[in-house]
T-cell receptor, first 115, second 115 residues
Framework: DQQVKQNSPSLSVQEGRISILNCDYT??????FLWYKKYPAEGPTFLIS?????DKNEDGRFTVFLNKSAKHLSLHIVPSQPGDSAVYFC??????????????FGKGTKLSVKP | DSGVTQTPKHLITATGQRVTLRCSPR?????VYWYQQSLDQGLQFLIQ???????AKGNILERFSAQQFPDLHSELNLSSLELGDSALYFC??????????????FGQGTRLTVV
């Protein structure tokens, strides 16, 4: 059973507009949420994170919102640029079964930003 | 460049064979994580080592094993390979025993194809 879900496999947005990527989770014990970006033939790179005690974290064009009651987080990219075209993974961290806070990833959303 | 080096980048082998994937973490990082990404799947956590000792196990098959050496590089051994083992295998490293707010830094991955 997937604990972190990204229900949209793909998203297409016009350059300059807002991109909103969504992520749902089921485990209320997760204490940190992260977004990773992945270009083809490269490993995932860390983008932005948010602690479960906050509801918003902003870094330049990227903002992550956390709604704990809904077990939902979203990544907003404003304005979107063609270079943002990549696969975005949502990940959650939580201690499970003796692990040390390893990450549980969603399946990813492929974002395409059209010029 | 994340500073995490994985070799080889590509590997093609036959069913039933055994392969070894290698990972050199970022300088100073003591934790090494292995993840598997199968087609259309998110990254699945396999195993973590911290300073030479196994710290956490995820969905790692008994046919798979790993170790971290005194120089902190790590190897993932996959044996009795099956077609379903074809995937991207990522190594990640972090300074902390657990993955902190910035998660971990990922290598470019090894693409394993079992034929």
């Amino acid at each position: 059973d997937q604990q972190v879900k990204q229900n949209s496999p793909s998203l297409s947005v016009q350059e300059g507009r807002i991109s909103i990527l969504n992520c749902d989770y089921t485990n209320s014990m997760f204490d940190y949420f992260l977004w990773y970006k992945k270009y083809p033939a490269e490993g995932p790179t860390f983008l932005i994170s948010i602690s479960s005690i906050k509801d918003k974290n902003e870094d330049g064009r990227f903002t992550v919102f956390l709604n704990k009651s809904a077990k939902h987080l979203s990544l907003h990219i404003v304005p979107s640029q063609p270079g943002d075209s990549a696969v975005y993974f949502c990940a959650a961290r939580g201690a499970m079964g003796g692990s040390q806070g390893n990450l549980i990833f969603g399946k990813g959303t492929k974002l395409s930003v059209k010029p | 460049d994340s500073g995490v080096t994985q070799t080889p980048k590509h590997l093609i082998t036959a069913t039933g064979q055994r392969v070894t994937l290698r990972c050199s973490p970022r300088s100073g990082d003591l934790s090494v994580y292995w993840y598997q990404q199968s087609l259309d799947q998110g990254l699945q956590f396999l195993i973590q080592y911290y300073n030479g000792e196994e710290r956490a196990k995820g969905n790692i098959l008994e046919r798979f094993s790993a170790q971290q050496f005194p120089d902190l590089h790590s190897e993932l051994n996959l044996s009795s390979l099956e077609l379903g083992d074809s995937a991207l295998y990522f190594c990640a490293s972090s300074t902390l025993e657990g993955q902190g707010g910035a998660g971990a830094f990922f290598g470019q991955g090894t693409r394993l194809t079992v034929v």
